[in-house]
């Protein structure tokens, strides 16, 4: 229905007004996600990290921070909370598992099995790809 009705109407403006309102509907449900979930999952049908998804992040940290003085006020009247949730805001420190369909780089059988070849200590480039793009997230 919303397509039909994206499509009727041809004037830039409401289309950007609707993309901008579907913004704001993915951003608040990823902000209750992330203080309700312990894992949340994030696909990606390609081999490569959407970097958009960062600056995301970031406005929803900082949310989450402006927000958690009001978070705390909601959680202490709930019974039976325990007190490091009504501290932190939130149920827990969520985790974000990233899951891509395709890998970046091609895959050796013998890699699959441990990730640091038996004759040198280097790692992997599957490896190096991963801790790069974990210090990158965390960060």
């Not at 830039?12 to 996600?33: I, V």
């Not at 949310?63 to 006020?73: D, P, T, V």
């Not at 480039?125 to 991963?130: D, I, S, V």
Request: charged share 25%.
């Amino acid at each position: 229905q919303k397509c039909q009705k994206l499509s009727d109407n041809t004037d830039a403006q409401e289309f950007y007004t609707w993309c901008q309102e579907e913004d704001l509907r993915h951003a608040k449900t990823l902000l209750l996600l992330f203080s309700l979930s312990h894992l949340v999952l994030l696909y990606h049908p390609g081999s490569t990290f959407d970097l958009s998804y960062l600056k995301l992040f970031r406005i929803l940290d900082t949310l989450r921070s402006k927000l958690q003085h009001h978070m705390e006020e909601a959680l202490k009247v709930v019974p039976g909370i325990s007190k490091e949730w009504v501290s932190f805001g939130r149920v827990c420190t969520p985790r974000m598992l990233l899951f891509f369909e395709s890998p970046a780089i091609d895959i050796q059988p013998e890699e699959i099995e441990c990730s640091y070849p038996k004759t040198t200590k280097k790692p992997t480039p599957m490896k190096k790809l991963q801790l790069s793009m974990e210090d990158m997230i965390y960060r």
